[in-house]
Structures are given as structure tokens and as C-alpha cells.
């Protein structure tokens, strides 16, 4: 199975700080990396897909980027409303591993 | 509007059996793969099954395979996953959730979830 790592595991920010989370898979997935936002209580929404697309509806602050089997969410000035729980996963290769997670609180 | 909505969790004894559901509405059910993914009280995301559009053919993740089953019913816009032989590290909150239609299987949508506790 493909492991998929994210570094770091939790971060404390302010409203106004750029904010970068990274993913890296354990083999090649090519492209197929995705982010999800999950706050508490709530399902997950899907931010990102295929390392780089914006999901429609999604604002431009969220953007992704890709190296080899490095993958990075940033976020160029963090909104109350981000403070929540990241998530990358890899729908590469079945099974559709995710991420262990990384909690961006104040 | 997209929506999905699951139903069928509970209580239910460690060995015992349940089958949830997840209603489909706003969208041509029967083109897309359809997943399970769960969540333990205060842990991280774990994908449990696929299914594609026909459902012709099905994957499962190694901790449920043989115990749970995925299937769907394309006349009635639902999908289903049979739980049988449950345990403790089976509780947790269910999701359905719908690929996306971009080719990278993303889970575009997903429903609000649905709890399942294996406990005697």
C-alpha cells in the first residue's frame, strides 16, 4: 500500500499568515493527490484535486503544488474560517490511503 | 442541488451485523464510483470500499475485506455497505462520498455521515 505522510502534524497561526502543509507519498502517484478541510463534527470537503486544481467554489487562497512525490497545500493569508483539519489522500493506487492529518488552530 | 445522505448506523454488538445506506439525489448516480470512508472518535480518515458506476466491480481496504460488502442499487439512487462480523475498531462515523468527474477519483461530494458503535 502507498503510505502517505504530512508534515507537520499541527500548527498554530494567526489570521493573515501564509501557511504551508506538506504530503509526501511513499512511491509515485503521479498527480493524483487531493487535500481535504474538515472541521469538527462536520464531513470533510475536498479543496484541491490532482495536486494543483482548485475545486469549484473553493477561494483562491487555497492553492496546491507538486515535486516529484512531494505535494504542498498553502494558503497565502489564513481566514478565521480555515482553522480547521487538512487531509491529503492518493487516488492513485487503490487503496485510497490518506494522510494522517495536520490541525491548523491559533 | 448534489446530495448524498446516510443511513443505518447504531449500536450493535461486537460480532454482530449492520447495513448502512446513502441516498443519492442531483446527479446521474449510475456514471459515478461511489466510495465508504470512515473516521474513529478523534482519529484521521481511513477509506474503507469502492464501487464503480455499474457496479460491476468493487474494492475494499485489507482491515474490512471478507467482513463487508459494497454494492449499489442504481434504480434507487443508493448505495449500500453490508457490515458483518463487527468489532470495537469498526466504531466510528461513516461516510459516503461521490468521485469526482475530472479523472482524478477525488471525493467531490460527501454525505453528513452516519455513526456506528460496536460496543456490548
Known amino acids: 500500500d502507498i503510505q502517505m505522510t504530512q508534515s507537520p502534524s499541527s500548527l498554530s497561526a494567526s489570521v493573515g499568515d501564509r501557511v504551508s502543509i506538506t504530503c509526501r507519498a511513499s512511491?509515485?502517484?503521479?498527480?493524483?493527490l487531493n487535500w481535504y478541510q474538515q472541521k469538527s463534527g462536520k464531513a470533510p470537503k475536498l479543496l484541491i484535486y490532482?495536486?494543483?486544481n482548485l475545486q469549484s467554489g473553493v477561494p483562491s487562497r487555497f492553492s496546491g503544488s507538486a515535486s516529484g512525490t512531494d505535494f504542498t497545500l498553502t494558503i497565502s493569508s489564513l481566514q478565521p474560517e480555515d482553522f480547521a483539519t487538512y487531509y491529503c489522500?492518493?487516488?492513485?493506487?487503490?487503496?485510497?490511503?490518506f494522510g494522517p492529518g495536520t490541525k491548523v488552530d491559533t | 442541488e448534489v446530495q448524498l445522505l446516510e443511513s443505518g448506523g447504531g449500536l450493535v454488538q461486537p460480532g454482530g451485523s449492520l447495513r448502512l445506506s446513502c441516498a443519492a439525489s442531483?446527479?446521474?448516480?449510475?456514471?459515478?464510483?461511489l466510495n465508504w470512508v470512515r473516521q474513529a472518535p478523534g482519529k484521521g480518515l481511513e477509506w474503507v470500499a469502492n464501487?464503480?458506476?455499474?457496479?460491476?466491480?468493487?474494492d475494499y481496504a485489507d482491515s474490512v475485506k471478507g467482513r463487508f460488502t459494497i454494492s449499489r442499487d442504481n434504480s434507487k439512487n443508493t448505495l449500500y455497505l453490508q457490515m458483518n462480523s463487527l468489532r470495537a475498531d469498526d466504531t466510528g462515523v461513516y461516510y459516503c462520498?461521490?468521485?469526482?468527474?475530472?479523472?482524478?477519483?477525488?471525493?467531490?461530494?460527501w454525505g453528513q455521515g452516519t455513526m456506528v458503535t460496536v460496543s456490548s
Open positions: 489522500q492518493q487516488s492513485h493506487t487503490s487503496p485510497f490511503t
Open positions: 442531483g446527479f446521474s448516480f449510475h456514471t459515478y464510483g
Open positions: 490532482g495536486a494543483s
Open positions: 464501487i464503480i458506476g455499474n457496479g460491476g466491480m468493487s
Open positions: 512511491q509515485t502517484i503521479k498527480r493524483y
Open positions: 462520498a461521490k468521485e469526482d468527474n475530472y479523472g482524478y477519483e477525488a471525493f467531490e461530494i
